[in-house]
């Protein structure tokens, strides 16, 4: 047993993949050292309306002038979309909540069918004044001006049992008002018009007291509830700059928060707090960009192309095969209450009109094509389609969805993610090995001392997995919840307990930057024949547990299978449990074998070693989220089962290796037998093909033998690419 597990061992020993390649792009970007201004510098910086908008409206996104073309696009290239919207606008087929209604005051989790909650109202008052400005149909503008008084009467705005007036529904409805008012303005009465400012002036008042910096004051920079607020009252700030001094105040306190947000996002392309809150979120950081350009004429754009560009790649991969679902790392999603029971607590938007904004922007093909193919496939809507109308240029003509990278390493936030291609039929999985908001935040976040990282959407999920394959999802995590837990996770528990912190919301809070910025994938490699990567994650566990070792080897050799091979070791003698998760069902059909199907799809599992161990099916319960403010507090619920195998003898050193191999359910293929064999390992198939991975040194691949006697080699050695791949 010992010369097997020596033998298996040196399998991924020996790939010697470079980690300098993995992490160029991110120690390149730390070793410029960029200077930090404190933030009371920042608040002292001007920021003023350009001369030529005094008086005038509309001007937060679009000028009077601006509204031919629009109208243009609106008969021509965006038509079919143009229609769709003007078919379905809100305010006009449905009166607002009255004031007081209780509906106002439920959050997501709580609504009932047919509520309406303030982020609908804004929603409500923004699309009608749009769509005013640009058909120019009374009965646009008697809806936006009913939706936009009744707004106005509403106290407070936002929750009453949690942070009123000051955080996300507030911000939405500031947004919104200042849009109508600016958008509306000449066709408000003077009295209307009071009523409308007086309110703005209200409630953008509240947030700045709220946000207004004091010394040792900290904010979430790089938290959704800090940019969107602040983008709201930015809005409000350019909107009324010329009619209320205090404008002005609202205006550099946005400036200053918003040279964190950008100093503070990550630098390659992935969303840390998940696709949810991405599409969610990152809409407002675009709509802070563009009004603040053109209220001031400073542009923000060209200083984060470089890692605004690659979001193009998280939101292709993010999209499983389907079209319909997506890889659901952080809060995304209900997990198998989505995939199975088709219950979701909330529609889950694909926002692509950002991603127009930002093909424009960077003049960027392959963004138009992502764009594209999001909006194409009808299951990922916009929260408000008609920004799509503004934000798309048709001069910009889509890359072939070819061009995309169909691997690729996110390397600030250490996920790595590998397709066979882009069609509906493809095999797609996710490797993630990373500190909760990547490696930049953890080398940061010392060098700004009013930043106070917010990990609330974070997972302790370092060295997981998620598989597709045949159509299917296979094996992966649980979505959005309440309680953080590592066991939500393709992982690994020790002891039965897992990464710091978890059993909670905000997992990893207060743990060291330095101890964070260790959990890594540490060695990457990628070819369409095969993927390889090797991720640390002993420092996320409990210090308390003297995790020595956690190195995964995850390796796919395409099409066929995956090789899971786990390092683990502790100070003292330890149990651990090796983690998979299944939407539906999992069947156990021996000590070393078992299999989890969905549908007509399965994925074999086969423990190689240890021997020692016991494994069982375990119903996956959770704790959804509850309400804001007590997220904590929601009800115990289960998303699918678990497989879960426990070493039956407690060790100071052990090593999970299994195989893993999606087949068809109909398939009566025999499963294939695995044996240790000196330098490698054979893997030995049912039609007399034989895969073996070769261990001597200077010599690493993996040989594909046919019964016919053909053979394909596989080079791991110096092969593929260090760093992302087509």
Aim: hydrophobic residues 40%.
């Amino acid at each position: 047993m010992l010369k097997q597990l020596f033998t298996i061992g040196f399998l991924f020993c020996l790939l010697n993949l470079s980690l300098a390649d993995s992490i160029t792009a991110v120690s390149a970007r730390e070793s410029k050292d960029e200077k930090i201004p404190a933030f009371e510098e920042l608040l002292k910086r001007p920021v003023k309306l350009r001369s030529e908008l005094a008086g005038k409206h509309p001007r937060l996104f679009f000028s009077a002038a601006e509204l031919n073309g629009l109208r243009e696009k609106a008969k021509g290239a965006q038509r079919e979309l143009w229609q769709g919207v003007l078919k379905n606008v809100r305010a006009v087929r449905q009166n607002p909540p009255a004031p007081g209604d209780p509906m106002l005051d439920r959050s997501g989790v709580e609504q009932k069918p047919g509520d309406i909650s303030q982020y609908a109202v804004a929603f409500a008052i923004a699309e009608a004044s749009f769509v005013y400005a640009v058909e120019g149909d009374e009965k646009h503008l008697e809806a936006a001006k009913k939706w936009l008084f009744a707004a106005c009467k509403y106290e407070p705005w936002g929750y009453s049992f949690r942070t009123p007036n000051v955080d996300l529904p507030p911000a939405h409805l500031l947004y919104a008002v200042a849009f109508a008012y600016d958008v509306l303005f000449d066709r408000l009465t003077v009295d209307e018009r009071r009523f409308v400012k007086e309110k703005l002036i209200k409630q953008a008042r509240l947030m700045y007291e709220y946000f207004k910096y004091k010394p040792k004051k900290r904010y979430a920079y790089s938290q959704n509830h800090t940019s969107i607020p602040m983008a709201g009252l930015a809005m409000a700030a350019y909107v009324l700059m010329d009619e209320t001094d205090e404008a002005q105040d609202w205006a550099r306190l946005a400036r200053a928060i918003y040279d964190r947000v950008l100093t503070t996002f990550g630098t390659d392309g992935y969303f840390y707090e998940g696709f949810h809150y991405f599409t969610f979120s990152f809409r407002w950081t675009i709509r802070y960009l563009d009004v603040h350009r053109r209220a001031t004429g400073e542009d923000l754009y060209p200083q984060m192309r470089e890692r605004f560009l690659p979001l193009k790649y998280y939101v292709a991969h993010s999209i499983l095969p389907d079209g319909k679902t997506v890889f659901d790392f952080a809060d995304t999603g209900d997990g198998a209450e989505n995939r199975v029971a088709n219950h979701r607590t909330e529609t889950l938007y694909g926002d692509w009109e950002i991603l127009y904004r930002l093909a424009s922007v960077y003049r960027d093909a392959e963004m138009q094509a992502v764009a594209e193919r999001v909006g194409k496939t009808g299951n990922f809507p916009n929260r408000e389609n008609f920004w799509a109308l503004l934000n798309f240029d048709d001069s910009i003509k889509p890359a072939a969805m070819s061009s995309i990278p169909t691997s690729y390493h996110f390397t600030d936030n250490d996920t790595a993610f590998w397709r066979s291609d882009w069609s509906e039929k493809a095999t797609a999985f996710a490797f993630r090995s990373a500190p909760p908001e990547g490696h930049h935040a953890t080398k940061l976040i010392s060098k700004i001392p009013d930043w106070r990282q917010s990990t609330g959407h974070a997972h302790p999920d370092a060295n997981s997995f998620i598989i597709w394959a045949g159509g299917k999802y296979l094996t992966g995590d649980t979505g959005y919840t309440g309680k953080k837990m590592t066991d939500d996770h393709n992982t690994v528990l020790i002891n039965n307990r897992g990464q710091e912190k978890d059993g909670r919301h905000e997992v990893f809070k207060e743990v060291a930057p330095e101890r964070l910025d260790k959990i890594r994938i540490a060695e990457f490699q990628a070819a369409p024949e095969f993927f390889y990567a090797r991720g640390e994650a002993a420092a996320a566990y409990y210090t308390d547990l003297n995790v020595q070792k956690f190195d995964r080897h995850f390796l796919y050799v395409a099409p066929d299978y995956f090789i899971v091979w786990d390092e683990l070791e502790t100070k003292n003698p330890s149990e651990f449990s090796f983690l998979l998760n299944a939407d539906r069902d999992i069947k156990i059909s021996s000590e070393t074998t078992a299999e989890i199907v969905n549908e007509q799809t399965g994925l074999r599992v086969i423990r190689i070693s240890p021997l020692p161990a016991k494994s069982a099916i375990a119903p996956q319960m959770l704790m959804a989220r509850g309400r804001p403010g007590s997220i904590e507090q929601g009800t115990e619920e289960q998303r699918g089962v678990q497989l879960q195998t426990v070493t039956t003898e407690k060790r100071e050193k052990i090593d999970f290796l299994h195989f893993l191999q999606p087949f068809a359910v109909n398939d009566k293929t025999s499963a294939p037998k695995i044996s240790a064999v000196e330098n490698g390992l054979k893997i030995s198939w049912a039609n007399g093909a034989e895969d073996f991975v070769s261990l001597k040194t200077g010599a690493r691949f993996v040989e594909r033998r046919r019964k016919n006697g053909e053979s394909k080699r596989l080079v791991l050695q110096n092969g593929g690419n260090g760093k992302n791949g087509k």
